[in-house]
């Protein structure tokens, strides 16, 4: 199980993520919604540790560690047990679909490369994307670099997997290949947190969903219940101006 324990994160002046309390189960997916600039994407990373909360606690099964005694040591075990797929890919443009799957297992996992390349090959086929394993992302469209992105995520075999609006950047008609992959992951029981604005995915396919604001969690609650019902008055808000 993961847990955040009051996580707390501000830029300057701006308090930014004001004290954000999260259990994820083993195999159980949720989703985050919520307006721009409320500090969604800063929490992925705050867990990725892309950047460094404040204040806190984040447990992943057995390791806990507070961050106000956060080490090296630390940092490196919770980027190498949590994998962060970008709205905007983040893909090695000067490497190959391969490569981009084997830079991690080589240079984080210290895997031998023919090693690593029989597991990228072996994902790149999960991932549907055999056929372009040596082209360049350039070459790719925005659904197939994604779903090269999903499976570099995968290939580190972390803990969780963090989707930061994974489909946000992608036309309208390639945003299904990609959510039709992650719904395929929710099946296979992968714990998966994803901020999404796909209110029917985050519906459809998340145990969970957690509405969040202005850096708190207002509302959560079984999917179905918070999209189709909700309570709170910010959330009705939000939901009806996105629909
Ligand atoms: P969301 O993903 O919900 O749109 P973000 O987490 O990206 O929100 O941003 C929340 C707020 O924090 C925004 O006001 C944003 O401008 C600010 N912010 C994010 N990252 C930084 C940063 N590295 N330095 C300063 N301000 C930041
Ligand atoms: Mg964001």
């Known amino acids: 199980m993961i847990r955040l324990k009051n996580i707390q994160k501000r830029f300057g002046d701006l308090d930014v993520i004001k004290g954000i309390d999260l259990d994820i189960n083993n195999g159980e997916v949720i989703s985050i919604i919520g307006p721009s600039g409320t500090g969604k994407s800063t929490l992925l990373r705050c867990m990725n540790c892309l950047e460094i909360a404040d204040q806190g606690e984040i447990q992943i099964e057995d390791y806990s560690v507070n961050i106000s005694k956060i080490t090296n040591k630390d940092k490196q075990w919770i980027r190498r047990n949590t994998a962060m797929v970008f709205q905007g890919f983040n893909l090695f443009n000067n490497k190959t679909v391969l490569q981009n799957i084997t830079e ?126 909700p309570k709170n008055e910010r959330t009705k808000q939000f939901l009806n101006a996105i629909r």
Do not use: W
């Open 104 to 229: 991690g297992l080589i240079v984080v996992k210290k895997m031998k490369k023919s090693e690593a390349e029989d597991r990228a090959l072996k994902i790149l086929k999960d991932v549907d994307i055999l056929e372009k394993k040596d082209n360049y992302p350039s070459s790719l469209s925005g659904g197939q670099q994604q779903r090269v992105a999903i499976g570099r995520a995968l290939a580190l075999e972390p803990k969780i997997l963090l989707f930061d609006e994974p489909t946000s950047a992608l036309d309208p008609e390639l945003v299904s290949e990609v959510l039709v992959l992650m719904k395929a992951l929710a099946k296979e029981k992968r714990t998966m947190l994803i901020v999404t604005h796909e209110i029917n995915f985050a519906r459809n396919v998340s145990d969970r969903v957690c509405f969040m604001d202005q850096g708190i969690i207002l509302e959560e609650g079984a999917a179905k219940e918070i999209i189709d019902n």
